[in-house]
């Protein structure tokens, strides 16, 4: 009778913890510098030195693999793989994905303009129509941007770092982009012969929250919630200052919140 309690004790014992997982499997596209390959093809970056940061304080390791985004959000669609991020929130998204409730980074979005030019931005998008702007095929630059976007002139381009040549040449006014891309691409080696020539106007664009998302499909409720936890001591730790500083990203006002939540 003694043996035949034990067993199912110990099968319950050695069994794992419902909505939890010890290896942790995450998807994303390539996002210089949040989400990139290095030259040995390992995934590093910025977010991902944060989200594995967090895990890795709830005793979890985390694999993360880039795809196109589209492939990425069918994986965690359909239950292959475990997360995605960074990611904006959406109603749609929500039918399929669990959303940490913290924000783990704030899409900063500024315009950046050429040095010593007369182009200035205040917030007014009526002041700017009759300027040209320099975007990149297939980004969204928040709502803010969007919503004024059908009323300026738009130049499209395949990446940052064209419309960066072409502003500093003169044949854009305006180049629109995250905080974190930008800096990454201006510090480049080959960005060197302009890069001193492209200034970030002061007023913020928009911030726009990013999130990690759960699929829902793998029943992972508890494992968002214990992450969310867990972010917010990483966020009062100061070890994600360390991480900004570690890849020379600008300290701003608005960076300066994030790390200090009220």
Not at 161 to 168: A, E, G, P, S, T
Request: with cysteine; charged share 25%; glycine share 6%.
């Amino acid at each position: 009778m003694k043996s035949w309690v034990k067993i199912p004790l110990l099968v319950l014992a050695l069994a794992p913890v419902y909505g939890l997982a010890e290896n942790v499997t995450c998807v994303s596209l390539e996002y210089p510098p949040l989400i990139q390959k290095n030259a040995s093809g390992k995934v590093e970056g910025l977010a991902v030195d944060v989200v594995s940061s967090v895990f890795s304080k709830l005793g979890q390791t985390v694999e993360v693999e880039v795809y196109p985004w589209a492939r990425s959000l069918s994986l965690v669609k359909d239950g292959e793989r475990d997360c995605i991020f960074t990611i904006f929130r959406s109603a749609e998204r929500e039918q399929f994905l669990d959303f940490n409730k913290e924000s783990i980074i704030p899409q900063l979005v500024y315009l950046y303009g050429k040095k010593g030019g007369t182009a200035t931005f205040s917030g007014d998008w009526d002041a700017m129509k009759g300027h040209k702007f320099g975007t990149v095929i297939g980004i969204n630059y928040g709502p803010v941007f969007e919503k004024a976007k059908p009323t300026l002139a738009i130049d499209e381009v395949k990446t940052l770092d064209q419309n960066f040549r072409k502003l500093v040449s003169g044949r854009t006014d305006f180049v629109p982009s995250n905080l974190y891309t930008a800096t990454f691409t201006l510090g480049q080696p080959e960005s060197k012969d302009y890069a001193g020539d492209v200034v970030k106007l002061p007023t913020l664009v928009d911030s726009v929250p990013s999130y990690i998302a759960f699929s829902k499909a793998k029943k992972l409720t508890a494992l968002r919630d214990k992450f969310d936890v867990e972010f917010k001591k990483f966020l009062a730790s100061g070890e994600y200052k360390k991480l900004l500083d570690k890849y020379k990203i600008e300290s701003t006002p608005e960076l300066t919140k994030f790390l200090r939540p009220s």
